[in-house]
């Protein structure tokens, strides 16, 4: 009886593993870019270098469990994506147990519409990156700060670079 009940708890383990394994593959496929936390001096650092003001809309490309909103506080909205459904899932668990007022989205960032954005956070690999420049940077309204860690976006120049830890973070102001 015991040894079936643990079998059994063991086959559930291993099933959300595959799972979960399964969506960060495909988020990975999809978007060529792994679920990655940005470490927490860094998002401590991309924050400060945000200069988010109350009222203001905050996005995050790529959220994950959305480390980095979590850290954000004020009056501000907002909103992460993510293509991996679990990590979303977790994100919308930690919000309610937080009593947070994030929305968190498994949706394709590149089919929604940043023109309302003050700030946009992104930790995703140099042909994402390219993506955003090509495909998102025009519906940016003026003003909107684009905060990347460890990648820049090219042909873009930075307004400004700063190192934390071994990698950087760059800064885009529209």
């Not at 009222?55 to 909103?69: E, K």
């Not at 519409?113 to 995703?124: G, I, K, Q, T």
Request: glycine share 8%; net charge positive.
């Amino acid at each position: 009886m015991i040894t079936n009940i643990l079998l059994l708890l063991f086959g559930m383990i291993l099933l959300g593993a595959v799972v979960f394994s399964a969506w960060m593959l495909w988020g990975f496929l999809h978007y060529g870019a792994p679920l990655v936390s940005t470490p927490k001096k860094t998002v401590q650092k991309m924050i400060e270098l945000a200069n988010i003001q109350s009222g203001q809309v905050v996005y995050d490309l790529g959220c994950g469990t959305g480390t980095i909103l979590f850290e954000v506080v004020g009056d501000v909205q907002c909103q992460g994506y993510d293509l991996v459904k679990p990590a979303i899932w977790w994100a919308r668990i930690k919000n309610t147990l937080l009593k947070r007022n994030i929305q968190f989205h498994s949706q394709d960032f590149f089919t929604v519409n940043l023109s309302d954005a003050d700030v946009v956070f992104c930790y995703l690999l140099p042909e994402v990156m390219s993506r955003i420049y090509t495909e998102k940077w025009n519906e940016l309204r003026a003003g909107c700060r684009i905060v990347s860690h460890g990648f820049p976006i090219l042909p873009l120049q930075p307004t400004q670079v700063v190192q934390v830890g071994k990698g950087n973070i760059y800064v885009y102001e529209k």
